[in-house]
């Protein structure tokens, strides 16, 4: 007896382990830990190439944004219904989310149905599938006695790569798993359905958000776990995503906070990145399928497929004569023959071996004992490959995560779905054991969707349609701002009539259209050195400037800029004025010209009713200037006084300019076509060369020009120039500074400014002044942001309802921020910046917000200055005669130069509302000071 049993032993030693044939023979499959890391640094590589701008394009890894933002909050809320479509079951759902409550405390109540998704839909026609799909929900709205004239919110769950712009629509970029349906490729699929719901009839639905199942699966599981921020599909395809920070999220603009990217990871391969990992079996199974040559990484992971691939193996080695003494069955031979549910049968832990059995003899097969033990061990082999992959995979996207918060070590949860890891024995232990192998510095917690992807689908459907109303209240609160073509030709006319009533009315008109006294742009024979004093735009320049005769590009330049303090701005006329003389000698020291008694032009940007080129009595401030005894004074004689005191040095002030002439003649020493200038900075105002018998008709009693024969006061005695210019044809115009931020006053723009606007009058320095320059200049932009923002805010709408002092402290958004908050780059992360710094803690869509408000208030500010722009040019070009008219305008100000949009709405606006006119419009190099300091040179050289 002993004998036979030691026989026995003996042979069974002999006897080789059925399953050492199968690891031999499937070698190429069992990876190791190295070779795993080897495929997640692929990985890695792959999901840089997918995100980046340039690469994108070619990726096989497409990593798709999904415009969802944040994981849950608790702040959802709603009631919805929700489809589940691209998994193993077609389901129709109602989800009904609590506010506040957790999951575990009943927070989610759901009711579902599976329905049927027949074979020949999946490869129909699409709009047959969608067909289906809507009247599924409409059979289920009337099971469950869901009204059907109530309007429902819709979200929908589709599990295929989608290109999403927002969270309501996505484009199909390509079937995957079973799926062929022809005609949506390429098509939003969220139209597509709504298309179909109305051809269903009898249903109100709002499709609010369409989620891919990663997605759902991971928000489902972020209700009750906050560290859940991968979600991970092993079902009928695999498939992942995970929140990424948005600075890397090339595809979508914005840089703060974080956006969820579904990889599509099922793609990995498809470029070859695989090739040196796949074996013939895989090929087979490719070359098999609908998608050849597609979804690589997922034929070789996922449930649709590891059925398939066992058989394969079983059917080959059953060839060799390794199986089934050689014997294969017809069964065996046929495709699909065996599925996953049997490779997680044939592993089951107690019974696996006699579920092998019966797996193979339903095959009409045999198996011997030994069969069945290798078969079982091929079935491990596949699963435990799979597992492997989707472990190398997740590792890569952890390493990702872990990387991107700078963190040494990560604590995170993975939310998961799919039949595969549900109904798999021992899939989920062996997946979560490679992971933390890879992994050793993560704590890794995997969390299982119990309840499908349908709640995190709602989960996002009602941050969507919280967003939504919001966003409709934003635009509602901003639609004041929208100026249509009509108002725009509205603005345009009355501007013309101000121009018209200014030259008629002297002094009483909005806009004042006051005589600058310069007659003619330069003609580069100007020369010798001149000193230019700049006041009125953001700050105080001094400049000295040396022209050259003829040689234009030969202008030299040198300046010091100074701040002049508000106290100083609103303080006495005097102060003001000594605080500029001390600058002066400031710059004369600097540089070394202490004695030069030098030529000065002074650029004064404020209303001036000039005599003559050199005296200029303020009629009143504008801006935030507001110095007393200053209005109804000449401040040529203000600022001699001033140097007077000092008693240090002296100058020989020969001309007052305001800043739009001094730009209009900076610009047209370059291009003599320059007859406007225009400023759109703190403040905003334009000049251009009007006809002279215009201004000499309409002003013949005012006293400002005596002389019939054109030829103004100021230069009446001086016989040379007279000599010089009399027959000289040009002496037809004058340079007449329109003040046109004056337009307005008498009420005239009430109908298109806003309560916003009206506020902002209200609060400035000169109330129902400088109307026109209170809607488009850079001193009241900030305000008028800051007005709207309250008004948002106090409605809950901003900042969570939160008014702070700051935010109720006037002047507090300075205007140049708009200019960093409406730059395209960086954007949200310097709006989030500034509201940081005026003490407002802004969530992401705060920003987004804020910056919306921003681009309402400039870009109609920049519309209302083209239309403007379009009357002066047009008056021009009528007062010429002419059907087309060739011109250019000098530009500065900061509001134009340094904000992003400005310049080029201006321009578009005015072009479209003047078509005869071609303008050019022209920046200032070097500000007015070297315009001043030409119009300088030339009274100078006129000077008895
Ligand atoms: C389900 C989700 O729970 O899991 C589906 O609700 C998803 O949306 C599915 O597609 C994935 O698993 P399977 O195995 O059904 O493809
Ligand atoms: C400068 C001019 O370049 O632009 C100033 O030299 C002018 O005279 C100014 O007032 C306008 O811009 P801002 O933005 O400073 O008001
Ligand atoms: C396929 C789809 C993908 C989905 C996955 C799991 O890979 O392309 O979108 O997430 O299957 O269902
Ligand atoms: C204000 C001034 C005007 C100046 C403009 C631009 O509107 O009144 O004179 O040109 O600002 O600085």
Known sequence: ??????????????????TKKVDRFLYAMRLHD?????????????????????SNAAAAVKMLPTHVRSTPDGSEKGQFLALDIGGSKFKVLQVKVREGIGIRKGGVEMEEKTYPMPKELLIGKGSELFDHVSESLKDFMQ??????????????????????????????????????????????????????????????????AMVNDTVATMMTCGFDDRYCEVGLIIGTGTNACYMEELRHVDLVEGDEGRMCVNTEWGAFGDDGALNDYITQF?????????????QIFEKMVSGMYLGELVRLVVLKMAKRGLLFDGSVSNALRTKGRITTADVAAMEQYKNGLNNTRDILMALDLNPSHDDCIAVQHVSTIVSFRSSNLVAAG??????????????????????????????????????????????????VRFVLSDSGSSKGAALVTAVAQRLASLKRQVVETLSPFRLNQAQLQLVKARMRE?????????????????????YHTPDGTEHGKYLALDLGGTNFRALLVKFKKGLQQNARLYHKIYTIPLETMQGTGEELFDHIAQCVSDFLDYMGMKNAHLPAGFTFSFPCEQTAIDTGTLVTWTKGFKATDCEGHDVVSMLREAIKRRNEYNLDIVAVVNDTVGTMMSCAYEDPRCEV???AGTGTNVCYMEELKNIQKTKENTGTMKRDDGIPEGEQDDGTE???????????????????????????????????????????????????????????????????????????????????????????????FLSQIESDRLALLQVRSILQQLGLDSTCHDSIIVKEVCKAVSHRAAQLCGAGMAAVVDKIRENRGLDHLKITVGVDGALYKLHPHFSQVLQKTARGLAPQCDVTFMPSEEGSGKGAALITAVAKQNQP
């Open 722 to 816: 007279r000599e010089k210019k009399e027959g000289d044809a040009e002496i037809s115009k004058m340079c007449i500074n329109t003040e046109w931020g004056g337009l307005g006053d008498d009420g005239s723009l009430d109908d298109i400014a806003t309560p916003y606007d009206k506020e902002v009058d209200q609060n400035s320095i000169n109330p129902g002044k400088q109307r026109f320059e209170k809607l488009t200049s850079g001193m009241y932009l900030g305000e008028i942001v800051r007005q709207v923002v309250l008004d948002l805010t106090r409605g809950g709408l901003l900042f969570r309802g939160h008014v702070t002092e700051p935010l109720k402290t006037p002047g507090i958004f300075q205007t140049k």
């Open 394 to 443: 997740l590792a890569a996207i952890l390493t990702r995560i872990k990387q991107n918060r700078n963190l040494r070590s990560l604590r995170i949860t993975v939310g998961v779905d799919g039949t595969v890891y549900k109904t798999h024995p021992q899939y989920p232990k062996r997946l979560h054991k490679v992971v933390r192998r890879l992994l050793p510095e993560c704590h």
């Open 282 to 294: 895989d090929r087979d199974v490719d070359a098999a399928s609908v998608n050849p040559g597609k």
């Open 677 to 679: 200038g225009l400023i």
């Open 1 to 18: 007896m002993l004998a036979v049993h030691l026989i026995s032993f003996f042979f069974s030693k002999l006897k080789e382990d059925p």
């Open 34 to 54: 190295d070779q795993l890391s080897d495929i997640s640094a692929r990985f890695q590589a792959e999901m840089k190439k997918g995100l980046s701008a340039e």
């Open 498 to 518: 101000g121009l018209e009533a200014g030259l008629k009315m002297k002094g009483s008109s909005t806009v004042k259209m006051l005589p600058s006294f310069v």
């Open 143 to 208: 099971e469950k006695s869901i009204s059907m004239e109530k309007k429902h919110p819709l979200a929908f769950t589709f599990s295929f790569p989608c290109e999403q712009t927002t969270l309501d629509q996505g484009m199909l970029l390509s079937w995957s798993k079973n799926y062929r349906a022809r005609g949506l490729q390429g098509k939003d699929v969220v139209q597509a359905l709504r298309e179909a719901i109305d051809r269903t009839g009898g249903m109100d639905i709002d499709v609010s």
